[in-house]
């Protein structure tokens, strides 16, 4: 995604993205827990062991003529960049 001459990709830090495109219109945050199961060597049981993944999604706004982007971050880590319609 390009912000003015900066370039973001995926990969990227939301620190880099911030540094690069600025404060984005705005902001959704939610928590996810992905269920992992655990089985010990020589049980009969198994555990489920949930860990917490913070997902955030970004939408920039960069003008009518131009198309909006929603940014999904997992645990701070930019994982997709969508195009959506025009901007306002």
Same mark, same amino acid.
């Given at each position: ?27 959704d945050e939610r928590v996810e827990y992905g269920? /992992?199961?655990?089985?010990? @060597? !020589?049980?009969?049981?198994? #555990?489920?062991?949930? %860990?917490?993944?913070?997902? +955030?999604?970004? /939408?920039?706004?960069?003008? @009518? !003529?131009?198309?909006?982007? #929603?940014?999904?971050? %997992?645990?701070?880590?930019? +994982? ?9």
């Amino acid at each position: 995604m390009r912000c003015g001459s900066r370039i973001v990709n995926e990969g990227a830090f939301k620190f880099e993205v911030l540094t690069k495109c600025g404060e984005p219109a705005f902001v959704d945050e939610r928590v996810e827990y992905g269920v /992992t199961r655990l089985y010990p @060597p !020589r049980h009969n049981l198994s #555990l489920d062991y949930g %860990e917490p993944l913070v997902i +955030e999604e970004w /939408t920039y706004d960069f003008g @009518p !003529r131009k198309f909006k982007r #929603l940014l999904r971050f %997992e645990n701070g880590i930019l +994982e997709q960049i969508r195009v959506l319609d025009y901007g306002h």
